[in-house]
Antibody, heavy 121, light 106 residues
């Protein structure tokens, strides 16, 4: 059974940092891209980062912003480092699986249950 | 970057209605479009990929069509379990992008 389990969320003060983890099981991890998507309360889905099987990172636009994505294929895990957190980063962060392609990626066929990040003093 | 625009933002419908949601891309994405359903407090679930392919287990009342820049999701006969928010997503190229969502309500 394919499973993605996020962890690492919590309450953090503005300006702080967090490292979110996505632990995968039930599939050949090194063959897939892993994506991070966030959702603020009452808002839509926002893609924030992705990583290819070999560790190639993808970010929105031309600026990475506060996010750094990485993966450890030996541990079947992907990490999202978020620095300089602001109130606007408060959201549920989901990780999702997508099959890698030569020119990009495919649809997100499995999602984790999400981890809540709250930025507040 | 490719922008995705969904319409309408909210749709009021009744059980048994035929419902259509539109998604437009700011440039051609060929057929690289997916639709997701999300219910309150739950993660999104994949409904349709590559414009018109139903994910395993998705009821046949759901269908997708389109190409290039204009796409539609149709629910042929709305069921009580279908009241949810629906998102389109382009995966033609990075950076990936979602539409803003369409809430289907009673």
């Amino acid at each position: 059974e394919v499973q993605l389990v996020e962890s690492g969320g919590g309450l953090v003060q503005p300006g702080g940092s967090l490292r979110l983890s996505c632990a995968a099981s039930g599939f050949t991890f090194r063959s897939y891209d892993i994506q991070w998507v966030r959702q603020a309360a009452g808002k839509g889905l926002e893609w924030v980062s992705g990583i290819g099987p070999s560790g190639d990172p993808y970010y929105p636009g031309s600026v990475r912003g506060p996010f750094t994505i990485s993966r450890d294929n030996a541990k079947n895990s992907v990490y999202l480092q978020i620095n300089t957190l602001r109130a606007g980063d408060t959201a549920i962060y989901y990780c999702a699986r997508s099959m890698s392609s030569a020119s990009g990626t495919y649809q997100f066929d499995y999602w984790g249950q999400g981890t809540l990040v709250t930025v507040s003093s | 970057d490719i922008q995705m625009t969904q319409s309408p933002s909210t749709l009021s419908a009744s059980v048994g209605d035929r419902v259509t949601i539109t998604c437009r891309a700011s440039q051609s994405i060929s057929s690289w479009l997916a639709w997701y359903q999300q219910k309150p407090g739950k993660a999104p679930q994949l409904l349709i990929y590559k414009t018109s392919n139903l994910e395993s287990g998705v009821p046949s009342r759901f269908s997708g069509s389109g190409s290039g820049t204009e796409f539609t999701l149709t629910i042929s006969s709305l069921q009580p379990d279908d009241f949810a928010t629906y998102y389109c997503q382009q995966y033609s190229t990075y950076p990936l992008a979602f539409g803003q969502g369409t809430k289907v309500e009673i």
